[in-house]
């Protein structure tokens, strides 16, 4: 194992990100067992915790009720025995994942001999922005150890209790097994300051993440001067045609927007040919209805259902996280291609069809991270699509699109291997 290093004082954010670029040299080069003995020790520490955990997060819960949040935010900020489970459930999938690290993605000999590979290698330090998220704390400082990296959370104020024993244990957790703490840092304690400190660190973070509402993302975007992989909002839409079937479309729009409303992959949005609406409008908004959600429609909906909100220009466009949504009808998969193009935030479209041609088109033409067919909006997640736990999941086109694992925490680089060669 390497040598620990363990900071004596910090005064200053930037004397973390300083300590995490100094670890990062260390956790590059943990072999894959190392890493993976790390991540079985924290799964450990989290369930031999979950009490202390459970307890700091009340306390985090109590007073977000006291300052007003909304339920759908309590929601995500809950960590309670099944959860705190779930987390360490979490980091032992990510343990049992192949190391990206080292991997070789391509290759070739040059005509003078000299031998190419192109591998997969850390970025160094992984930061992350995010809030009322405790499971991202753990979710990130898991899967950047995994993939050779030292990582810097900044998790906000309501999440603060929470974070900071996640932290805490996680550290002890690295410790017990001769790997440096300072590969998990936090900037809770300095604020906003700490949040700036990430934004701005260029020579010390080499990738930020940002998760969290679209006004956060779009702070981080814009003001920041390392390199950012966007996850944006989910307004997430899904169309029904004339040839769905009457149970898919039911079961998946209410799964899609009842299971865990308050995602960034349940459904805001459906879209209804109009051939379809007479038939399908009635049974779906009657099955949402009957699981406490509240409908915003157009003038067509409202005609074929009662106690609907009349839906304005701005529903189109609101990410609801909670149990409401937003139906119109369409004419044709034209029209819902439009609205889509005009409304999406490029995180995941499905469509509920029989027909093979409005299935494939839909497939295709469709710009956004996840694409899908006959299925619920619900498995865009990276633990879903078997990435184990997930950074985030990126509406951007560069590097990273979609839920982010592993490979998503690593860059490249070319190896060359000669025998003397030189250029003419």
Not at 18 to 42: F, G, P, Y
Not at 260 to 277: D, I
Request: with cysteine.
């Amino acid at each position: 194992m390497p040598d620990i290093a363990v900071s004596d004082t910090v005064q200053t954010a930037q004397d973390r990100l300083s300590l995490a670029k100094e670890a990062s040299r260390v956790t590059a080069r943990l072999t894959s067992a190392e890493k993976a003995t790390a991540l079985e020790s924290i799964a450990q520490a989290l369930e031999e915790n979950a009490d202390r955990i459970i307890e700091a997060n009340a306390r985090d819960i109590e007073r977000g009720r006291a300052g007003g949040i909304v339920e759908s935010l309590v929601d995500r900020l809950r960590l309670d025995a099944t959860r705190v489970a779930g987390l360490a459930s979490a980091v032992r999938e990510v343990a049992a994942l192949a190391d990206p690290v080292g991997q070789v993605i391509g290759g070739h000999r040059m005509p003078n001999g000299v031998a190419l590979e192109q591998v997969r290698v850390p970025f160094g330090v992984v930061g992350a922005i995010y809030e009322a998220r405790p499971n991202v704390t753990v979710d990130i400082a898991a899967l950047a150890l995994r993939s050779g990296n030292a990582s810097v959370l900044r998790g906000g104020s309501a999440a603060k209790e929470s974070n900071t024993i996640l932290v805490e244990i996680m550290r002890g957790a690295l410790e017990s097994v001769g790997i440096t703490a300072e590969a998990i840092q936090t900037v809770d304690d300095f604020g906003r300051d700490g949040a700036k400190a990430l934004m701005q660190g260029r020579g010390y973070i080499d990738v930020l993440v940002p998760r969290g509402s679209a006004a956060l993302i779009e702070t981080v975007v814009t003001e920041s001067t390392v390199p950012v992989i966007e996850t944006g909002a989910g307004v997430v839409h899904i169309v029904l045609d004339e040839t769905a079937p009457i149970d898919w479309a039911r079961e998946i729009v209410v799964n899609a927007k009842v299971q865990r409303p308050s995602v960034c992959n349940a459904v805001e949005t459906v879209l209804v040919l109009r051939q379809a609406a007479p038939l399908l409008v009635p049974v779906v908004a009657s099955a949402l209805q009957s699981e406490g959600v509240a409908i915003h429609g157009d003038d067509m909906v409202a005609g074929l259902v009662s106690n609907i909100i009349p839906a304005t220009e701005e529903d189109w466009s609101t990410e609801y996280l909670g149990l409401e949504i937003a139906m119109k009808v369409v004419d044709t998969l034209d029209d819902a291609l439009a609205h889509i193009r005009q409304y999406s935030t490029g995180h995941t479209e499905s469509i509920v069809t029989n027909d093979s041609g409005n299935l494939e088109r839909f497939l295709a033409e469709v710009d956004s991270a996840v694409v899908m067919a006959n299925a619920s909006t619900r498995f865009t997640d990276g633990a879903e699509f078997g990435f184990g736990a997930e950074v985030g999941i990126s509406t951007q086109k560069l590097h990273a699109r979609g839920p982010m694992g592993l490979s998503e925490l690593t860059s490249t680089k070319w190896l060359a291997r000669g025998a003397g060669q030189t250029r003419g």
